[in-house]
């Protein structure tokens, strides 16, 4: 998986609060994107079938050549038992918090805090539309694709900056 966001041929970035009253977006998208809880829930309900996570890659990078501090960079595939791709996401994490979390990386993030039941929040920075080959080969469907990304907090301090990439699919299961 090489996929890069800057990729995206065409895109548009929108900020959280331009969606909340914009009625040409459908409320699949704004429950999907500005959704604050689990999205792998939320990909259960929407699509009434459970969801896999296929596992990609966690890589393990230093900022500087030499330096101490490590990162870690973990990608997924989530989709549901019909083998739909429905979305991509990368974390970025720093190796302690990730090491000290995140110990299953075939586990989807959020369920992991929700069966944990720790105390998370998400703060979007940015939503995108957008336009890719490279994706629709990805994802097998042609876009445009709606995009997030966020930093997630633990106990009041960021702990992992997160991109995901929804698949249009979404929308068929309204």
């Known amino acids: 998986m090489t996929f890069n966001f800057i990729s995206f041929c065409r895109i548009e970035v929108i900020l959280p609060c331009q ?34 996570i296929n596992h990609i890659s966690t890589s393990i990078y230093s900022k500087v050549h030499n330096s101490p501090q490590f990162y870690v960079n973990r990608r997924v595939w989530i989709g549901n038992n019909l083998k739909n791709k429905l979305i991509f996401a990368s974390s970025w994490w720093n190796i302690e918090s990730y090491q000290a979390i995140y110990k299953y990386p075939s586990r989807a993030i959020g369920s992991l805090f929700i069966q944990s039941d720790l105390d ?29 990304y966020y930093t997630l907090f633990y106990k009041g301090k960021p702990i992992s ?14």
């Open 19 to 52: 969606i909340y009253s914009n009625t040409s977006i459908p409320l699949i998208w704004k429950i999907v994107l500005l959704g604050d809880g689990s999205f792998t829930r939320h990909c259960q309900i929407i699509t009434y079938r459970d969801t896999e």
């Open 161 to 174: 900056l997160i991109y995901e990439i929804f698949s249009p699919l979404l929308e068929n299961f309204q």
């Open 120 to 148: 998370y929040y998400r703060d979007i920075h940015c939503l995108f539309l957008g336009y890719s080959t490279e994706l629709e080969n990805l994802f097998l469907v042609p876009g445009p694709f709606w995009g997030r």
